[in-house]
DNA sequence: TTAATTTCGTAACTATAGGTACGTAAAGTG
DNA sequence: CACTTTACGTACCTATAGTTACGAAATTAA
């Protein structure tokens, strides 16, 4: 069961690689679409086999789930990190947009946002995953509010808007890139969508 | 094969009736998740038998192609109808945000628009009902784009962004609105978001 | 070396959902 | 009334994808 970390020290040495097989399970999830995607699809491009991922994972839905937690905290982690620097809003709406519309190509990581990608599926999902989802994007929104409220506290933030509706706007609109983004839209583009989008507040 | 219209004159009556299949289907789809109401429940709701929708829309496929049209004809063409009106722009912005925010129990229609739930699930699509999101799309596009031009030529868009991409503004935030209310957020902020999303023009 | 333990992976099982074969029913035609 | 035509719907077929039973393999403990 590795109940947690090391020596298990009996019986036959485990082969199967976590972190591998959830690597493997987030690019196909989030280069294709998560709910398209077979297990055995992951299963042949990880080269481990069917019950060792049920072994590892429990189920489909524990695996979207700890694929939605390592996504988190390899790729979300980056925009809460701009979010959460002591730089002036308007750097700081800048960083963000430059961060949404990097060139994915380069980067190695598919376009669009596995996150949101998810929640615009929510019904598909098992238990598990949807409790992920739905905590990952209140997290998200958390980041957002915390944000605001600084700049708020710094008369940076010129909108009478309350704290959380305009946390809400700023998820919608990158959202709204993301989503465009996938859909091959350029990202010069997308760029001046969203700078429209932001410029109400500053 | 019913060919055109009426006299088949013919062999055993239709009884099936397409109108009221189609009007099933589009609140199941509309509802729910398109991807997730099998054939068999709309059979079933619409009081119809599987190789009699089979006969009538050839396909899954066929009956989504079909459905999406209807959807256009009877929902969409509000829309754009509002957009076609010749009044001021921030009238007719105005009325965009009130028809979209309008109550939908009151209205007896589901929440969000079934287009941009599909959209959002395109993988998950047969050829015909691709083509149609496509076709939809970019016609909802267009009465955007030519909206936008005749308020240009008024001089009533305080913008100088490019009409493709106001175009592809003002979808992104009615996708985005459609996104919220299906998720459950209240009108009332909703229309905050998309007054905000929307002041940018005026 | 044998037993105990743990993991491995092939080869199933199962449920769901799209799709259809085919015999029957209901109409007009001669 | 037989014959032709058209549509009906039960009962099946099939493919896919999540899931697991189970015997073999690899390791440590006695």
């Known amino acids: 069961m590795s109940v947690s970390g090391n020596t298990p020290s009996r019986g036959r040495p485990k082969t199967l690689e976590r972190e591998h097989v959830l690597k493997t399970a987030l690019m196909c999830y989030w280069a294709d679409s998560p709910t398209d ?4 699809e992951i299963c042949d491009k990880a080269g481990a086999s069917k019950p060792g ?4 994972f429990g189920s489909d839905d524990g695996l979207k789930e700890a694929t939605l937690d390592i996504y988190n ?9 701009i979010l959460a620097s002591d730089q002036p809003f308007d750097e700081v709406l800048e960083a ?5 519309v990097q060139d994915r190509k380069k980067a190695g990581v598919p376009n669009g946002c596995l996150l949101f ?7 598909e999902f098992g238990p598990l995953t949807l409790a992920k989802i739905d905590q990952l994007r209140e997290n998200s929104l958390g980041h957002y509010r915390r944000w605001i409220d ?3 506290s710094n008369k940076q933030f010129r909108c009478d808007m309350p704290t959380d509706v305009a946390a809400l706007y700023f998820d919608a609109q990158m959202g709204s890139a993301m989503r465009l983004q996938k859909e091959g839209i350029s990202n ?3 760029a001046e969508i969203l700078r429209t989008a932001f410029s109400v507040f500053r």
Do not use: F, G
Not at 37 to 40: D, F, K, L, N
């Open 37 to 40: 995607v077979p297990i055995s």
């Open 53 to 56: 991922l049920y072994r590892e």
């Open 73 to 81: 905290e390899k790729v979300s982690q980056r925009r809460y990190d």
């Open 96 to 100: 963000l947009i430059s961060h949404t």
């Open 117 to 123: 990608a998810m929640r615009a599926r929510r019904e």
């Open 150 to 152: 600084r700049a708020k």
């Open 188 to 190: 010069k583009v997308i």
